[in-house]
């Protein structure tokens, strides 16, 4: 259901460039989804879900970085806490392993870190754990109204 809901994303935005990768292979780690889409690590945009005292946001970050704790409460006032599995997916309407920044379920907060401008092109999932969506940075920003934000290592 979760690719069906990107899908639904994509045609309602008019995204008619974005076209939905899947594989028989499971993308569920950075790792994993490298391997299936043939680049390296660092070119896999993952999405990791954050909880703040008075709302949850998604952060992408190109796959290889990590959060930068300083950084990250620096820019949120807060400590990074991640959300749990069964929070992620009442959240987001994602299984973890397939969160993306589109077709959400709930409307979110979405921050893009600036690691993945460096990039022509970044691999987010697309809603499931063997999906992903090959697109630039700035088009990802645009798509899905993301915020530049610095807060990796």
């Given at each position: 259901?979760?690719?069906?809901?990107?899908?639904?994303?994509?045609?309602?935005?008019?995204?008619?460039?974005?076209?939905?990768?899947?594989?028989?292979?499971?993308t569920a780690t950075v790792e994993l989804?490298?391997?299936?889409?043939?680049?390296?690590?660092?070119?896999?945009?993952?999405?990791?879900?954050?909880?703040?005292?008075?709302?949850?946001?998604?952060?992408?970050?190109?796959?290889?970085?990590?959060?930068?704790?300083?950084?990250?409460?620096?820019?949120?006032?807060?400590?990074?806490?991640?959300?749990?599995?069964?929070?992620?997916?009442?959240?987001?309407?994602?299984?973890?392993?397939?969160?993306c920044p589109f077709g959400l379920k709930?409307?979110?907060?979405?921050?893009?870190?600036?690691?993945?401008?460096?990039?022509?092109?970044?691999?987010?999932?697309?809603?499931?754990?063997?999906?992903?969506?090959?697109?630039?940075?700035?088009?990802?920003?645009?798509?899905?109204?993301?915020?530049?934000?610095?807060?990796?290592?």
């Amino acid at each position: 259901m979760s690719v069906e809901s990107v899908r639904e994303f994509f045609a309602e935005g008019g995204y008619t460039d974005l076209k939905i990768i899947e594989t028989n292979l499971s993308t569920a780690t950075v790792e994993l989804a490298a391997k299936a889409h043939g680049v390296a690590p660092a070119l896999i945009a993952k999405t990791m879900s954050f909880g703040l005292k008075d709302r949850e946001i998604l952060i992408v970050t190109k796959g290889d970085a990590r959060i930068d704790n300083r950084k990250f409460k620096d820019c949120f006032h807060e400590k990074a806490s991640m959300l749990d599995y069964d929070r992620v997916l009442e959240v987001t309407g994602h299984p973890v392993g397939g969160v993306c920044p589109f077709g959400l379920k709930n409307p979110l907060d979405i921050y893009l870190d600036i690691s993945m401008k460096e990039f022509e092109y970044v691999y987010p999932a697309a809603g499931s754990a063997n999906s992903a969506v090959k697109i630039a940075p700035d088009r990802l920003q645009e798509v899905t109204g993301g915020i530049w934000i610095d807060v990796c290592k």
